[in-house]
């Protein structure tokens, strides 16, 4: 099993560019969020999806669009890129209804708008 | 916000020295988990406790949960070098069906 795999790693996007940011899981976890980290900011949560066809809304939603019309995949739509969204994204899931209450992280993507 | 806050921001201390890293929150909880980033990475699940636990240990780890002042410790003993990272909880709110809501973390660097 990969676990949970976000790519790309690193990007640099000019302002006002768009981009989506993919995340993949291959575990059949039903919960899936966003989560982006910033210095002394910790994580803050922006969308988040408790199965397929079914998103809400985190702490910090502005600027960013989800879907989710798979198990296994969570893009994350940068519509148009700011500087402020420069940051460390990172893409969890969970699934609580196994008793599986811990998240599995990917390995994070580390955005630069410019 | 519904962040948590970890206290203190920063730690460092000698190998072989005992870390202590505390956390509080502002809901009620179903349970409380504590995990772990190196530099650079995803964050690691380390340990999870309940909220009708008082205690738990894992290995080097022992965890506390006071649901009455909503706050939990992670004390890491006998630190060692590969222990610097930096340790964030998490809380997994009763209102059900949202995700873990983070604290900012504490940043532990253990001296050899």
């Known amino acids: 099993n990969a676990g949970v795999t976000q790519t790309p790693k690193f990007q640099v996007l000019k302002t006002g560019q768009s981009m989506t940011l993919q995340c993949a899981q291959d575990m059949n976890h039903e919960y899936m969020s966003w989560y982006r980290q910033d210095p002394g900011m910790g994580l803050r949560l922006i969308h988040y999806s408790v199965g397929a066809g079914i998103t809400d809304q985190g702490e910090v939603p502005n600027g960013y669009n989800v879907s989710r019309s798979t198990t296994e995949d969570f893009p994350l739509r940068l519509l148009s890129a700011a500087p402020s969204q420069t940051s460390v994204y990172f893409c969890?899931?969970?699934?609580?209804?196994?008793?599986?209450?811990?998240?599995?992280f990917g390995q994070g993507t580390r955005l630069t708008v410019v | 916000s519904q962040q948590g806050e970890e206290d203190p921001q920063a730690l460092s201390i000698q190998e072989g020295e005992n870390a202590t890293m505390n956390c509080s929150y502002k809901t009620s909880i179903n349970n409380l988990q504590w995990y772990r980033q190196n530099s650079g990475r995803g964050l690691v699940h380390l340990i999870l406790?309940?909220?009708?636990?008082r205690e738990k240990h894992s290995g080097r780890l022992r965890v506390t949960l006071d649901t009455s002042k909503k706050s939990s410790s992670l004390l890491i003993t006998a630190s060692r070098a590969a222990d610097t990272a930096s340790y964030f909880c998490a809380t997994d709110p009763i209102s059900g069906n949202t995700p873990l809501v983070f604290g900012k973390g504490t940043r532990l660097s253990v001296i050899a």
């Open positions: 406790i309940r909220s009708n636990e």
């Open positions: 969890a899931s969970s699934h609580p209804k196994r008793g599986i209450t811990e998240a599995f």
